[in-house]
């Protein structure tokens, strides 16, 4: 039935040592929703829009240099007229309909949409095993080398999505890795999660996260 509830999912914890702790139970509705297809494609178009800067400029015909002076008289050379070798249709002239450096790829999308994209990215990583739980508060020295070793230990390959919402020695540990990135909880966007390999997060965080999806 449609108002029918989704049995609730029961998930490994581990600790810092990759050992599993016990199990933590996943909401249903948030973690093994169906996978919407077209709402993950619109979200992911949204937000690599809405990140495009507009950089690309051309000039026109007012902003190149030269042309000021008329390259032949009007008549009696048999060649046609010319008032200006910044035209665009001569070579080095300006460039007609080109980018202005203002353009607008900014995109919207329906909040219900959005957080149903969310749900379904989230229940792919869940149904794949790619999410890892940790127990406890993760306390490592603010070194690349004991962030490194923390992944290994927790089996955290590929692409990593850290989901971390205050641990500062954590993200000082892993800002130098070139396969994380380090997120807050309140600011994970569906394109993170599904470009992740493994999301890394610590039990009392996705208990927060999951505070402000329901």
């Known amino acids: 039935m449609a108002n029918e509830k989704i049995k609730a999912i029961s998930y490994p914890v581990v600790n810092v040592k990759g050992e599993k702790v016990g199990t933590m139970k996943l909401a249903g509705e948030i973690f093994g929703v169906d996978v919407h297809e077209d709402v993950l494609h619109q979200a992911v178009t949204t937000y690599l829009s809405n990140r495009r800067q507009a950089t690309a400029k051309t000039k026109d015909r007012s902003e190149v240099r030269g042309g ?16 200006s070798s910044r035209s665009p249709i001569w070579v080095g ?49 603010s070194k690349t080398k004991a962030a490194d070793n923390l992944l290994k230990a927790i089996g955290a390959t590929g692409k990593v999505l850290l989901i971390n919402d205050d641990n500062k020695n954590l993200l000082l540990a892993t800002q130098n890795l070139c396969n ?22 610590e039990k009392a965080t996705l208990v927060a996260y999951v505070g402000g999806l329901e």
Request: glycine letters at 10%; proline letters at 2%; aromatic letters at 6%.
């Open 68 to 83: 000021g002076k008329k390259p032949w008289r009007q008549k009696g050379t048999g060649r046609a007229r010319a008032g």
């Open 93 to 141: 002239g300006g460039v007609v309909f080109g980018p202005t450096g203002e353009q607008n790829y900014k995109l919207s999308m329906n909040k219900k949409a959005h957080a149903l994209a969310l749900k379904s990215a989230l229940s792919i990583k869940v149904r794949d095993k790619a999410f890892i739980i940790v127990e406890d508060t993760i306390e490592i020295e």
């Open 180 to 201: 994380v990135q380090s997120v807050a909880q309140d600011n994970v966007a569906v394109y993170d999660i599904l470009n992740a390999d493994q999301i890394v997060i």
